[in-house]
């Protein structure tokens, strides 16, 4: 399918590429090596693939998918809203990964980038990594980044 890439390996579990969501047929075969080891039966399933909730710019945080920004002098703060089983997460400076933080057990995840132009406009988006299923077996995704919030370092 042009919506998922599978890696061939040599050994018993497959590591799926998705790039959208949906529900997927999937089928999967052990290939012999023609002489003394045979080929499989196909093993056929569906798969289903979603992505992790888009983060919303929010100054109270109570959305469980917030984010906010903040600014201290030069200091750029953003605090995005732990989601559920998500695999880390990345902060973007105009358009550029500037941060990424996996592996986190805290509530929120701050991030902290430093401005150097005085007068600037700095976008600042922000994204939920996937790449994992969740425990109901749901391939999950990275979210969508946020929309742009734009923060002008007043110097």
Not at 32 to 50: A, H, K, L, M, P
Not at 71 to 92: C, E, F, H, P
Not at 122 to 151: C, I
Request: proline letters at 1%; glycine letters at 10%; hydrophobic letters at 35%.
């Amino acid at each position: 399918s042009k919506d998922a890439t599978w890696t061939t390996v040599n050994t018993t579990s497959y590591t799926p590429v998705f790039k959208s969501a949906g529900v997927f047929a999937v089928s999967i075969r052990a290939v012999g090596n023609g002489s003394d080891i045979v080929s499989s039966e196909s093993y056929d399933f569906t798969q289903r693939v979603s992505a992790l909730t888009t983060p919303v710019y929010q100054d109270s945080m109570s959305y469980a998918n917030a984010f906010k920004v903040e600014t201290d002098g030069n200091r750029l703060i953003v605090t995005v809203r732990k989601q559920s089983g998500a695999a880390g997460y990345k902060m973007y400076v105009g358009g550029i990964e500037r941060q990424n933080v996996t592996g986190e057990t805290e509530t929120t995840i701050t991030f902290e980038y430093t401005m150097t132009t005085v007068g600037a406009v700095y976008a600042v988006q922000v994204q939920v990594l996937g790449g994992f299923f969740n425990e109901s077996g749901v391939y999950m995704l990275d979210s969508n980044l946020s929309t742009e919030k734009n923060v002008t370092y007043q110097g």
